[in-house]
């Protein structure tokens, strides 16, 4: 893989919610694993401060993740925008095969999203241990409704292929 994509989740009041840092550390993970040398953190400014994408790197530089080894977009605040304004970053970067780390449910509207724009995504999802179940099963019934809807979306936005 060229890089490790982070798409982000919230920032609470108290910090990264207990979904942002469970994918954080699992991209950490990754990235000491040698999957790719570079990781692409996503997300803006949601309810509370900092945006998602700063609060990912503070936790990646905390584990061990140097910082010249992080990207951030920080603008971003659906999965269509992660990836899109990702893409600059991953450009310069000369990755295409990417590594989206994102939970299990969600896996497949972002790889659907990225291949989209011309990458070769793979998806990685930290486990669930923690999770609540009723969180679970509410991410499944939205997915189940958005795949959908982003497949049409984007098929009706033509080609963006980075190619």
């Known amino acids: 893989m060229d890089a490790i994509i982070i798409l982000g989740a919230a920032v609470w009041p108290s910090g990264p919610s207990p979904t942002l840092r469970r994918r954080v550390l699992h991209g950490a993970q990754?990235?000491?694993g040698g999957a790719a040398?570079?990781?692409v953190v996503c997300g803006g400014l949601g309810l509370h401060a900092p945006t998602e994408a700063a609060a990912m790197a503070t936790l990646?530089?905390?584990q061990g993740v140097p910082p010249d080894a992080i990207l951030q977009e920080g603008r971003?605040?659906?999965t269509l925008e992660n990836i899109q304004m990702a893409l600059p970053l991953l450009r310069q970067?000369?990755?295409r095969r990417v590594l989206i780390v994102t939970d299990m449910t969600h896996g497949p509207r972002a790889?659907?999203?990225a291949r989209h724009f011309g990458?070769?995504?793979r998806v990685s999802a930290p486990p669930l241990k923690g999770g609540r179940k009723r969180t679970i099963l509410r991410q499944m019934?939205?997915?189940l409704g958005a795949y959908p809807l982003y497949a049409i979306r984007l098929k009706a936005r033509g080609s963006e292929r980075t190619d």
Do not use: D, K, Q
Request: proline share 8%; glycine share 4%; no cysteine.
């Open 30 to 32: 990754l990235w000491h």
């Open 37 to 39: 040398p570079i990781i």
């Open 60 to 62: 990646l530089v905390e």
């Open 76 to 78: 971003s605040t659906t």
């Open 93 to 95: 970067a000369g990755a």
């Open 111 to 113: 790889a659907l999203v």
């Open 119 to 121: 990458l070769h995504p």
């Open 141 to 143: 019934v939205r997915e």
